[in-house]
């Protein structure tokens, strides 16, 4: 029973546009969201985090928008650079005690 | 200078082995995790440890036996090694429990024929 969902395995976005990555939750009692990017060969690095009580954090190129009414996420990254290609992953804080990843997006950004 | 180290990146072994898998950490941090990433990519808790306290235990088999000697280090070894525990073992560290970013060494794949 996974609890957090990120349904597209994959994107391909042009370089310079808009890389939007989904995830839904199943809890409501989540207190924290992250997310964070993974290249091959290497463990996942922390990217960008939103408390529960917001409904938008940004940092740089990158924005996470969080609509607990339908208890969904997402991540924007504008204007996406051919570095950005990665896996993403998102992840959930419970308690704040003990997270849930979902299974990853992998975002190629083409120049 | 690798802040969360795994070794070995590369694990093959026969089902009913034992081995360990081995992390470090030199960043100060006084909590350190284990996961695991399965097949279906979906990285899941496995164990939680802070200051060489076991915090978090999911419904790990007990083939699984995490040691701390002390609060740099988190080892992981299993017993009797099974087809379905071949899957990329991650392990990480965070400064403290809660909300704090962890910090992920590179993984270890693990193979068990």
């Known amino acids: 029973d996974q609890q957090v969902k990120q349904n597209s395995p994959s994107l391909s976005v042009q370089e310079g546009r808009i890389s939007i990555l989904n995830c839904d939750y199943t809890?409501?009692?989540?207190?924290?969201f992250l997310w964070y990017k993974k290249y091959p060969a290497e463990g996942p690095t922390f990217l960008i985090s939103?408390?529960?009580?917001?409904d938008k954090n940004e940092d740089g190129r990158f924005t996470v928008f969080l609509n607990k009414s339908a208890k969904h996420l997402s991540l924007h990254i504008v204007p996406s650079q051919p570095g950005d290609s990665a896996v993403y992953f998102c992840?959930?804080?419970?308690?704040?005690?003990?997270?849930?990843f979902g299974s990853g997006t992998k975002l190629n950004v083409k120049p | 200078d690798t802040a969360v180290s795994q070794t070995p990146k590369y694990l093959v072994t026969q089902m009913g082995n034992d081995k360990s898998i081995k992390c470090e950490q030199n960043?100060?941090?006084?909590?350190m995790y284990w996961y695991k990433q399965d097949s279906k990519k979906f990285l899941k808790i496995m164990f939680s440890?802070?200051?060489?306290?076991?915090?978090i235990n999911e419904t790990v088999p007990n083939r699984f036996s995490p040691k701390s000697p002390d609060k740099a280090h988190l080892n992981l070894h299993i017993n009797s090694l099974e087809l379905g525990d071949s899957a990329v073992y991650f392990c990480?560290?965070?400064?403290?429990?809660?909300?704090?970013?962890?910090?992920f060494g590179a993984g270890t794949r693990l193979s068990v024929l």
């Open positions: 990480a560290s965070s400064q403290q429990q809660g909300l704090n970013i962890q910090y």
């Open positions: 809890n409501s009692m989540f207190d924290y």
């Open positions: 939103i408390s529960s009580i917001k």
């Open positions: 992840a959930a804080l419970y308690n704040f005690n003990k997270f849930y």
């Open positions: 960043l100060g941090h006084d909590t």
């Open positions: 440890y802070n200051n060489k306290e076991l915090i």
